[in-house]
């Protein structure tokens, strides 16, 4: 915590963590002035630290207010925007509106929040505050960071399609071309799925402004606006579920067990695709071991058969083999090969990356900025 020299008492910088049950009596550290929108007001005072100053004005969902945030005796201009729910979609709006005027602070006020919506605010530079207590504010002279209640309900809510199973897949069809113009007849050949779908699909990106349309009537395509946008709503949304079988598969070291893994399956005819850091590694290689190899295999096979054919049996713990199954076999699709085996697509094995609590972030990051490039 700094001091304010003029003033000689603590000011400047306040971080806390945790849930504020037990907070009294705090100071005000972040004073805001200006007319805010009432929703936005009452978020802000009932975050602990903050005080609103200034006669309300009329709400209005995505709207800007302009506003002060008095430090001792200085004032830093800010401009505040509103989010109902704040999405990673909705956080990349924000991004590129600041972008647009870089000299300009910004603060969104949402009702709800996900964590992948405050990490892209946070990376960028942006202020959060949120009905639930959570807070990052971070300005010349001034760091607030408040970890609130987890929301009890999610923050999507009537926008279309979740980006999940056919509609996750539909996301990689246009992650994976992001130059191309798609008509909604094409985009549903890709992701083998009907024309109705995949335009509620691209009515939906378009509304959270990833897609951009082209003409009119039968003639009218999309084009993907914001590849980052997109990966991140997707690895926000799409399904956690998967049935996982754990095994061991005797191998020397991890390359050869990913040979094996893939030339056993591949001998029973059986569609699989590395994923993982077993897969990050033929992409770009990272500084870490790889002690287990997760695949992804057709849900069309029962774990017994996927262990036999792997001459192999369920194991609680010491597994070196996790096999992912889920309905649909949406994280086969786009697959490639690799040397003697496939692998998940880049953005597939991207965000079971992120799922992995095993250095999983960091290794994602990197195939990010190596592979992915956005």
Not at 106 to 125: K, M, P, Q
Not at 161 to 178: I, N, T
Request: overall charge positive; cysteine-free.
């Amino acid at each position: 915590m700094l001091l304010d020299g003029s003033a000689g008492r603590a000011l400047d910088i306040f971080t806390l963590r945790g849930i504020f049950t037990a907070v009294v009596n705090m100071a005000h550290i972040v004073n805001i002035k200006g007319p805010l929108p009432p929703t936005v007001a009452r978020i802000l005072r009932a975050t602990p630290g903050f005080a609103v100053e200034g006669a309300p004005q009329q709400p209005r969902q995505g709207a800007e207010s302009t506003a002060t945030i008095q430090l001792g005796r200085k004032r830093i201009p800010i401009q505040v925007q509103y989010r109902d729910r704040l999405s990673a979609a909705t956080a990349w709006q924000a991004v590129h509106d600041a972008h647009a005027r870089p000299s300009a602070r910004f603060l969104v006020v949402a009702g709800d929040s996900t964590s992948d919506s405050r990490e892209i605010l946070r990376r960028h530079g942006i202020s959060l505050v949120d009905a639930h207590g959570n807070a990052h504010v971070e300005l010349t002279g001034l760091l607030v960071h408040l970890e609130g209640a987890t929301p009890r309900r999610t923050v999507r809510k009537g926008t279309g399609p979740r980006l999940a199973g056919k509609a996750g897949v539909l996301a990689q069809a246009l992650l994976l071309h992001p130059d191309r113009a798609w008509q909604i007849n094409d985009l549903a050949r890709e992701g083998a799925t009907s024309n109705a779908f995949a335009h509620r699909v691209l009515r939906r990106l378009e509304t959270e402004k990833i897609v951009a349309g082209e003409g009119s009537g039968p003639r009218k395509v999309r084009r993907l606006m914001d590849v980052r946008a997109l990966l991140d709503l997707w690895a926000e949304e799409e399904s956690k579920k998967a049935t996982r079988t754990q095994g061991y598969v005797l191998a020397q070291t991890p390359r050869l067990l990913v040979a094996a893994v893939a030339s056993r399956l591949d001998g029973k005819n059986i569609r699989y695709a590395i994923t993982g850091a077993a897969a990050a590694d033929t992409m770009a290689p990272f500084a870490t071991s790889i002690p287990i190899v997760e695949v992804w295999a057709t849900a069309n096979a029962s774990p017994a058969e996927l262990l036999a054919a792997l001459g192999s049996e369920r194991v609680s713990e010491g597994a070196n083999v996790i096999l992912l199954q889920e309905k649909g076999d949406a994280a086969l699709s786009f697959g490639e090969g690799r040397g003697r085996f496939s692998v998940a697509n880049k953005y597939r094995v991207y965000l079971d990356l992120l799922r992995d609590p095993r250095r999983g972030r960091e290794q994602a990051e990197h195939l990010r900025k190596e592979v992915i490039g956005h």
